[in-house]
């Protein structure tokens, strides 16, 4: 494998998340299309989960850019599940993507080393994206680890660095939903209770409703009865003083009809 010249290699999906990694060129390909030749990835690709290191391909020229162009891979859109059918030779391994960022006072050149050998001893593979920057942004690293090693034990494994460790690809697994213990079924009887003890005060007020508006009616039907008896009372005042009147007028006439029909004296004739 150290003969193996390194050559750039187009990686592609019709068109799309082209990337451009290394590749050990194995040679050309027996009977394949012309220019086709056999690559073994030397990179870990970035915008491809699967082929990753490891992984042997047939490339070809680019049937737009010929010799000018880059040896080409395309995935011709297959789904995640027959991506296999795409690969010569699967190499192995599978890719992972871990976000970082320092913590502690330690800073990238203490936790990039101490990263690298902590995946070196997993005989994980390890290349950086990015690192962190002064607005507290993560670096990011793309790992290439050997089937049989799960997420876990990478994360696991990477925990005693000094820096906070995000799992990005694959996404991890949610928590399993805790089952709920036989005892807290009773705790469905408590909201009843609580309501038989709120009926109570409910027949209660209704109580004291129904008192507060008798109460209101008899001091209704008082107000009436004290109204109807002023009224009256007023009625008869008035029939009193007209009573009165009449008697004072007939008085008054009868003098009149007295004066008038008294003779007058004859005055002396001395």
Not at 12 to 20: A, C, K, L
Not at 41 to 70: R, S
Request: a positive charge; aromatic letters at 4%; charged letters at 30%.
């Amino acid at each position: 494998m150290g003969s193996e010249r390194l050559i750039k290699i187009q990686l592609s999906n019709r068109g799309e998340d082209s990337e451009t990694p290394w590749a050990h060129d194995l040679g050309p390909v027996d009977g394949g299309p012309a220019g086709s030749r056999r690559v073994r990835l030397a990179n870990i690709p970035f915008l491809h989960a699967k082929p990753t290191l490891g992984d042997v391909l047939v490339v070809v020229p680019d049937p737009e850019l010929g010799p000018d162009g880059f040896l080409l891979w395309d995935r011709r859109g297959v789904s995640w599940n027959r991506i296999g059918e795409r690969i010569a030779e699967d190499g192995g391994n599978w890719a992972m993507i871990v976000d970082y960022l320092p913590t502690g006072g330690a800073t990238v050149d203490d936790v990039w080393p101490a990263l690298r050998r902590a995946c070196a001893a997993l005989k994980v593979a390890c290349e950086g994206a990015w690192a962190p920057d002064a607005s507290g942004e993560p670096g990011r690293a793309y790992l290439a680890v050997p089937t049989g090693l799960d997420p876990d034990a990478v994360m696991a494994a990477l925990a005693g660095l000094s820096a906070d460790l995000i799992q990005i690809h694959p996404k991890p697994a949610r928590a399993k939903a805790v089952k709920p213990r036989a005892q807290a079924k009773p705790a469905k009887a408590k909201p009843e209770t609580k309501a038989k003890a709120k009926s109570r005060p409910t027949a209660k007020v209704a109580k004291t409703k129904k008192a507060t508006k008798a109460t209101k009616a008899a001091k209704t039907a008082k107000t009436a009865k004290t109204a109807k008896a002023a009224k009256a009372a007023k009625a008869a005042k008035t029939a009193k003083a007209a009573k009165t009147a009449k008697t004072a007028k007939t008085a008054k006439t009868a003098k009149a009809a007295k004066t008038k029909t008294t003779p007058k004296r004859a005055r002396s004739s001395r």
